[in-house]
């Protein structure tokens, strides 16, 4: 995504942590009409970082408690 890799930090998984999710969404579609807005990851991972930088105010006063 354009980043330099050094400002990865790698961390020790915690035991019993699953390697791998996979949903199947065929019953929410069915029942609800729900779809993924990206099927590409790599395009549903900028979208996702995107919101959050541009929503930062919203998503700390949620993570910290504050008004």
Known sequence: ??????SIEYVK???GH?????????KI???LGWSP???DLQ???EKTIEWYTKNQDWWK???YGKK
Do not use: C, F, N
């Not at 995504?1 to 050094?6: A, H, R, T, W």
């Not at 699953?18 to 065929?26: G, K, M």
């Open 18 to 26: 699953d390697r791998r999710y996979a949903i199947d969404w065929s």
């Open 43 to 45: 395009k549903g991972l």
């Open 1 to 6: 995504m354009g980043k330099d890799e050094s």
């Open 29 to 31: 579609h069915t029942e």
């Open 13 to 15: 998984d915690r035991p």
């Open 61 to 63: 006063r949620v993570k």
């Open 37 to 39: 807005a990206y099927s």
